[in-house]
């Protein structure tokens, strides 16, 4: 999956997927169905999401096809007959998509991205495309708040080790260098996704020596542009005053060590401790890098608490979401056969048929409020934000590169007023439903409840 | 990825772990290290965990290699001199590896495995084997965890389109399987894995019909041995009539409706309520599956309220492991050139050396408490659990299937005493230190204080 393909993933699905297919197909039902992809609810602490993979989505329906060993197995399973496993094997996305371009800020109930087409192509993509979705975008909304915690100081993606697997290790790389973050320790993402790549040495590294300084030293002759020393092995007062003394011996020889790196214990405390022993040794330009733990929460805290820290790395906690390890998302059938339609389950209200998401902006350029409203309105003063990225099954504009959607997501982010930033319990953004649309959805929720109930 | 090798993967590492390997290059650096991947702490909740992963990580090992674009892209880089570029071409992993088999249980510091061979083999593949057994041993934890909530209640695994990715969808697909789960929604995972296959509608399905009653009927012409209607999607008490009356025409013809599927409301309340419909109508036969927000948690409450519930689809909350979306898992240095080693970082001990693990049993057969040792001590009456899977590289026993691991974690997980399967605050199962290792890691932890601080 280095590049997830929809000819190499085809079978990555629901079986509820296929076996509602096999029903369409026989009731001869290939009309154009439309499906909302939309986030239900803010986990707690959120109060605004971040779009990201939409690339792979696309990329997948754009090569969406069942292979010979595919439908094989589909027969060896014995659940469908052989008209339909032939009709599977022809089986391309012809339909459009829209969506927000990646980097969009956007809001609970809006749509992320609306994909229609004859309703076996649009149900079938349900799986792949929820979970493209739902990973990057959660990550890429963590990452954005750690962005906010450390204002103009670094991060870089530490995760991979403790990602919920491959995919999900190389996506993290991407969704939070989209998201603001400088780079990632994840090679294989840097070759992948051209992201700058950043990590020096471990706790092992220096156990091996048969001592701290030699470990120091030895990185230093293998990499005397690039070091940075890991100072807490064994004590983090200790090991930067070792440090200091490699840096002084770099120095004799016109070197410059880059850094030391902090990885546990108080942060805050410690970092101020680091700073002055590196400045009283006239080593201002050292920079000190800190891991170990760290998330939006806790780079905030140890700011506050004075920490004298200029990077981070930031793994774990913002590699898996840990407050918020899912979204609510959904990917929900508005319309079928040119009807709006809807489902009533408790507590689950989707909004019916083709929509659009409308942005007002203040006078100083600042995000004022969202309007969801139906798909071929126009709603006066305001940004319509779904862009037509595919249509019949075929790219419609060309990708923006990532470094284009990161310079863009950097651009909005700036436009949403400070208050939504908040790191705990924001406000909630206005987000208003347009009359047309309220109204067509009063007019099928009668139906539907006159009819079903 | 769809199976992981170390040829496609040897990039997907920490950037630090091609610089220490460079500087260990440099320095000529080529002892056997040992490193020891545990767990240092219980997430709440958690009294025991499922080892999983193994197959992967070994998978990984004995096809480690560098290919041609990967050095290409690292000498891009500038990071890394020609000789050490040159060497990396000629990397296999030729050390040994001493595990746990999958399906065992542990507990917290325990060596799940244990990897040695020459520092830069063994150091490299440390971020691949923490990614790949953190992972399934999350997700086999958490859903051996749902099988203690549903007691002889069938479960499948549902997760797939909001787990943290592709390749989670697939390992959680195979580590609930591996922890009890009857099978899995995930078509490639059935495929891949050989594992069962679930599903058949989603409210899009009955949406997409002119009326809820026209779509059940649909779905029974299509599959009339393998039909579960899903009778939420207006309102659970009229959609089960609605399935009562399908499954009425369908036993006039012969058939048999398998069952209905719930999906959101009071799931105790409403299960009740159709099984008395579905028993009034002499549908005893019809199963009740519900799905929705499960996880252990809500399965004990369900069950608690009085649910009449055959069968479970447990997703989002056990695929991501919600509650404790990953564990502190490390691979750590703990030998290096036949001299044990450590750290003394702040609240992070380590225990030192190539170890094995004890475990003494009642005189019922259940698990009495472990011992954590030295790899060479012997322990009376009590049984050694890492075994050697891999010997200068290659495999040293062949691997059980996933369907023998899964009949072994099964008859492993009868001899946990309950009250360690507590779903809340289990107590801690007794792992004590013996007096061998403790000696050592004294000794080492003496040697390391007095040189280092």
Do not use: E, H
């Given at each position: 999956m280095i590049r997830a393909t929809g000819a190499d993933y085809?079978?990555?699905?629901?079986?509820y997927e296929l076996t509602m297919a096999a029903s369409y197909f026989e009731e001869d039902m290939h009309e154009e169905a439309t499906f909302s992809l939309f986030i239900r609810k803010y986990p707690p602490n959120r109060g605004y999401f971040v779009a990201a993979g939409l690339e792979d989505a696309l990329n997948y329906l754009a090569t969406l096809r069942f292979r010979d060993d595919d439908i094989a197995y589909l027969e060896s399973t014995r659940l469908f007959k052989k008209e339909f496993l032939d009709y599977l094997k022809t089986v391309r996305f012809t339909g459009e998509v829209w969506a927000l371009p990646e980097g969009s800020l956007f809001f609970q109930d809006e749509p992320i991205l609306e994909v229609s087409g004859p309703i076996i192509e649009a149900q079938l993509a349900e799986t792949f495309i929820i979970n493209a979705i739902n990973l990057q975008t959660l990550i890429a909304t963590k990452a954005a708040r750690a962005t906010v915690a450390a204002g103009h100081r670094r991060l870089v993606d530490f995760s991979l080790r403790r990602t919920q697997g491959i995919d999900a290790g190389l996506k993290v790389a991407r969704a939070s260098y989209l998201a603001?973050?400088?780079?990632?320790?994840?090679v294989l993402a840097g070759k992948l996704y051209d992201l700058p790549i950043f990590g020096t040495m471990a706790h092992s590294y220096v156990t091996s020596f048969s001592s701290e300084i030699e470990a120091f030293r030895a990185f230093a002759r293998a990499f005397p542009q690039n070091t940075v020393l890991l100072i807490d092995t064994y004590d983090t007062i200790a090991g930067a005053k070792k440090a200091i003394q490699v840096a002084q011996e770099m120095a004799a020889r016109g070197q410059k060590l880059r850094g030391v790196r902090l990885d546990s214990g108080d942060m805050a405390a410690l970092s101020i401790a680091v700073r002055r022993l590196l400045d009283e040794a006239g080593l201002d330009y050292v920079t000190i890098f800190a891991s170990g733990g760290f998330d939006e929460f806790k780079i905030a805290r140890t700011l506050a608490a004075g920490g004298k820290i200029d990077a981070y790395g930031v793994g774990t906690k913002m590699g898996v979401s840990a407050d918020a390890p899912y979204f609510d998302c959904a990917y929900k059938l508005v319309r079928y056969g040119g009807r709006p339609v809807m489902k009533l389950s408790t507590g689950k209200v989707t909004y019916v048929d083709k929509k659009q998401v409308f942005r007002r902006f203040d006078d100083q350029g600042l995000m004022a409020g969202d309007t969801i409203g139906r798909r071929d309105e126009a709603i006066a003063e305001a940004t319509p934000l779904l862009q037509p990225f595919m249509s019949k099954g075929k790219l419609c504009q060309p990708l923006p590169s990532l470094h284009a959607s990161r310079e863009y997501f950097l651009q909005e982010f700036v436009k949403l007023p400070m208050q939504y930033k908040s790191l705990e319990n924001p406000p909630a953004y206005p987000v208003a439903i347009s009359p047309a649309l309220q109204a067509l959805q009063a007019e099928v929720e009668a139906r539907v409840r006159r009819q079903e109930l």
């Open positions: 085809a079978l990555l699905t629901d079986l603001g973050f400088v780079g990632t320790s994840n």
